[in-house]
């Protein structure tokens, strides 16, 4: 994500990075960015590549679940 020239780069890249944890594994497994207007959300996956479904199945549903089901709470 560094070297994309981007409007919200900076945003991206200076926001305050939040742990997850999965409800599936009771683990940290995540690490979730996003900017201050709430406009764009990145969520890492610990232990997966490119392909998380694939690669961490049951992070990927318990991911989509989450953001479909659930408004995201984020500290202040």
């Known amino acids: 994500m560094d070297n994309k020239i981007w409007s919200g780069h900076e945003g991206i890249c200076s926001c305050q990075r939040y742990s997850m944890v999965a409800n599936c594994c009771n683990e940290q497994s995540n690490e979730l960015r996003r900017t201050?207007?709430?406009?764009?959300?990145?969520?890492?996956?610990?232990?997966?590549?490119?392909?998380?479904?694939?690669?961490?199945?049951?992070?990927?549903?318990?991911m989509l679940s989450t953001w479909l089901h659930t408004e995201l709470v984020y500290p202040s």
Not at 47 to 57: A, E, K, L, T, Y
């Open 36 to 62: 201050k207007d709430g406009r764009f959300a990145f969520l890492r996956v610990f232990g997966s590549g490119h392909m998380v479904p694939v690669d961490r199945g049951d992070y990927a549903i318990d």
